[in-house]
């Protein structure tokens, strides 16, 4: 069944010849009614009350990915009121006053461009400090063949393994054939439509095929490139689940 579906995930693709290019709006949001409370569990510490405390007051952003053929970016709308970060001695503090962790979490202040002729994608982070480029590889997807209608279009499920046994959802339509979607997410035969990320969630809510931005991708060219490994040694692994 599965190579019934990329067969015809395919046949989909090679069906539009013509140059597709525009801009995407996705409204990325957090599933709150699938969080716990804060203060309900006694067993959480102070820090893992102030983090559910700060989800469940966080509020929906815009994400925007302007894409052609074979080169896209995203960023996230514009906040002035960027979280501060203290990582002293590996030790990871949040002025939480003001944050909206889903700006946060749908790419806050990075940008991420991917060109398709690379096998590596590149994020400009600037949440350390000095501003990064960081290498990232290709997502490795998992293609199903359950599907569902979004926006009028026909999209296939794909996932991908994340740690604790879960996994990234995402809903991709062959009737778009290009490989990008948000935050980096990219690679399917066909535009992501939507992410289901745990607790976060990407949905589609405007496409502005032939606007003008998309002719003018560059890449980000400044701070320092390195790979994935070499930024988790200069962040200080601060995101380890260790």
Same mark, same amino acid.
């Given at each position: ?24 709006? &996705? ?21 893992? %009350? ?13 994400? &925007? ?9 995203? %960023? ?5 009121? @960027? ?16 944050? %909206? ?9 990075? @940008? &991420? ?42 999209? &296939? ?6 740690? %604790? ?10 009737? @778009? ?66």
């Amino acid at each position: 069944m599965k190579n019934s579906v990329l067969v015809l995930v395919l046949m989909a693709s090679w069906s539009l010849s013509a140059q597709l290019k525009g801009k995407i709006t &996705y409204k990325v949001s957090t599933q709150k009614d699938s969080l716990e409370q804060p203060y309900a569990n006694p067993e959480n510490t102070d820090a893992q %009350n102030d983090a559910l405390e700060m989800m469940h007051e966080s509020l929906p952003v815009e994400g &925007y990915l302007v894409f052609n053929d074979s080169i896209s970016i995203y %960023n996230v709308e514009p906040k002035n009121d @960027i979280p501060q970060w203290n990582n002293t001695n590996d030790n990871l503090t949040i002025t939480p006053s003001g944050i %909206n962790l889903t700006w946060f979490m749908a790419g806050g202040n990075s @940008i &991420y461009y991917a060109d398709l002729s690379r096998d590596f994608s590149i994020t400009q982070n600037a949440i350390m400090g000095p501003t990064v480029r960081i290498m990232s590889k290709p997502v490795e997807w998992t293609i199903t063949d359950e599907t569902k209608e979004i926006d009028g279009y026909t999209c &296939y499920l794909a996932t991908k393994d994340k740690l %604790n046994n879960k996994k990234l959802r995402a809903w991709f339509t062959p009737k @778009i054939p290009v490989k990008h979607g948000p935050r980096g997410f990219s690679g399917l035969p066909g535009l992501i439509m939507e992410i289901e990320d745990v607790i976060y969630t990407w949905k589609i809510v405007k496409i502005d095929f032939d606007n003008k931005e998309a002719d003018t991708i560059v890449e980000p060219i400044e701070g320092d490139l390195m790979t994935q490994e070499e930024f988790v040694d200069f962040s200080g692994n601060i995101f380890s689940d260790n």
